[in-house]
């Protein structure tokens, strides 16, 4: 039995003050939810009141990026081991929108996860085609090649150390969710790719799904066979919102 993850992805929104009343709403509000793991991944700046806050709760941290380097002349970037150092469990790797706007590739993410692995913390590693990619009938060929290539160059053992989120590009923040169905596919198709190479570590990983989940649709797709979690932009900012999805987790986990 996979425990269902429920991760917030707050992006670069907020201030300090609206952050640290989203972490207490968030802490308060899950000390009555079991079965979900939950996460907060707020942007860089607040993970240090995210320590403070969360401090042992069952709310864990987590961030947004990571340095491909470990330490050294790398003006702007933040190295593995602060993220470690300030409570980090969980590091996004490879979003979508890092992927778009920052043009990181899968050779890129894979040293990401490398470093986070290293520093004791777990990987969220986000995977998923663009609209175009999907109409052309493309998505499974680019998300067996975004697995793949990780595989390749981190070996499958580290799908042992890490959690997947399925993204489908066009669903990010656009109000369009794939539904329960068109999402379990992917994630059973992801699920058998990694098991042609391990099915322990297949039955194992999380596979959360990421694309405008709300608590209206939140149920449904958690109740998925190969849907263990999600990952959470817009809702996650919304304290009651973010509650609410973490409930459906606990509901569908039974
Ligand atoms: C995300 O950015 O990971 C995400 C899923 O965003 P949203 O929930 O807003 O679609």
């Known amino acids: 039995m996979r425990q269902p993850l429920i991760a917030g992805n707050w992006k670069m929104n ?6 640290e009343a989203l972490m207490k709403a968030v802490l308060q509000g899950t000390s009555a939810i079991e079965k979900s793991e939950i ?7 607040f993970l240090a009141l995210g320590e403070q806050v969360l401090g042992a709760s069952a709310v864990r941290l987590g961030a947004q990026n990571v340095c491909t380097e470990a330490s050294g002349a790398y003006t702007g970037e933040v190295s593995a081991q602060m993220l470690a150092e300030f409570g980090c469990h969980y590091i996004i790797c490879g979003h979508s ?3 778009e706007h920052y043009g990181e590739t899968d050779a890129i993410v894979a040293k990401k996860l490398a470093l986070t692995i290293d520093q004791g913390m777990t990987p969220i590693l986000c995977v998923g085609e ?3 990619q999907r109409e052309q009938g493309r998505m499974e060929d680019v998300i067996a090649g975004q697995i793949d290539e990780i595989i390749n160059r981190n070996t499958i053992a580290s799908f042992g150390q890490l959690e997947i989120a399925y993204e489908p ?3 990010i923040g ?3 969710t794939a539904t ?7 994630h059973n198709f992801i699920r058998r790719r990694i098991a042609d190479h391990d099915p322990a570590i297949a039955a194992k990983v999380r596979i959360l799904y990421g694309g405008s989940m709300k608590p209206g649709n939140a149920l449904e797709l958690l109740s998925q066979a190969d849907i263990d979690g999600g990952l959470i932009g817009g809702a996650a900012l919304v ?7 973490c409930q459906a987790g606990g509901t569908a986990a039974g």
Do not use: Y
């Not at 996460?39 to 700046?45: G, R």
């Open 14 to 19: 907020g201030t300090r003050s609206s952050a």
């Open 39 to 45: 996460v907060v991944c707020p942007p860089f700046p």
């Open 97 to 99: 929108e890092r992927r």
């Open 130 to 132: 663009t609209l175009e």
């Open 169 to 171: 590009v066009w669903a």
């Open 174 to 176: 656009t109000g369009k």
């Open 180 to 186: 329960p169905a068109q999402a379990q596919a992917v």
């Open 239 to 245: 304290a009651e919102d973010f509650l609410a999805i």
